[in-house]
């Protein structure tokens, strides 16, 4: 089975840039968080959804964060305008909430670099 | 305003020895505990997890304990090989929408 994709791997882009970060879950999971890893706050969440729909987005950190997910296979992380504190890995993870253990399966990550 | 709090940044051990990375949580309603492993460049994956109802869980090389007085979970790693080398985060499950709370990490490095 193929993992949690997502794209593109790297992303150097100026300040003030528009950035979209793109995310395709597990087939058959209900879940998607997008993550944001830093030195500091270890891996943060920004936004998660569940069948489709926002459920909790207190963790985007300003307006200029924005997240959407059309349907089941596909979710953006879209940054605009993007700043230099934006640099971060950010992951996106998915998982299938009847799962009693909680695991949840992440991508291999975006590494957005903002100049 | 951290919930799951791994107080360690690194931790450097000798091949063949015991590894304890710690963790410690404020939130009591946290029903499940999990364990990621992260090498560079990858996502992190999943290794070993334990809910609120035990306090130990063992999984071959690895076990992890959880003092519920103390909001306090450790993972041991034993023994120890260069190929652990990574960077561990603890994080726990609040609620059914299965969303985890993580820690900030710590690097484990073992030395051959």
């Known amino acids: 089975d193929a993992g949690v994709i997502q794209s593109p791997r790297h992303e150097v882009t100026e300040m003030g840039q528009e950035v979209t970060l793109r995310c395709k879950p597990i087939?058959?999971?209900?879940?998607l968080f997008w993550y944001r890893q830093t030195m500091m706050r270890g891996l943060e969440l920004l936004i998660y959804?569940?069948?489709?729909?926002?459920?909790?987005d207190s963790g985007m950190p300003e307006d200029r964060f924005s997240a959407k997910m059309p349907n089941a296979s596909f979710s953006t992380l879209k940054i605009q305008p993007s700043e230099p504190r934006d640099s971060a890995v950010y992951f996106c993870?998915?998982?299938?909430?009847?799962?009693?253990?909680?695991?949840?399966?992440f991508g291999e990550g975006s590494r957005l670099t903002v100049l | 305003d951290q919930q799951v709090k791994q107080n360690s940044p690194s931790l450097s051990v000798q091949e063949g020895r015991i590894s304890i990375l710690n963790c410690d949580y404020t939130n009591s309603m946290f029903d499940y505990f999990l364990w990621y492993k992260k090498y560079p460049a990858e996502g992190p994956t999943f290794l070993i997890s334990?809910?609120?109802?035990?306090d130990k869980n063992e999984d071959g090389r690895f076990t992890v304990f959880l003092n519920k007085s103390a909001k306090h979970l450790s993972l041991h790693i034993v023994p120890s090989q260069p190929g652990d080398s990574a960077v561990y985060f603890c994080?726990?499950?609040?609620?059914?929408?299965?969303?985890?709370?993580f820690g900030q990490g710590t690097t484990l490095q073992v030395k051959p």
């Open positions: 994080a726990a499950r609040g609620d059914h929408t299965g969303k985890l709370i």
């Open positions: 334990i809910s609120s109802i035990k």
């Open positions: 959804f569940n069948n489709n729909v926002p459920i909790d």
């Open positions: 993870a998915s998982s299938l909430t009847t799962r009693n253990t909680g695991e949840l399966f």
């Open positions: 087939s058959g999971h209900n879940s």
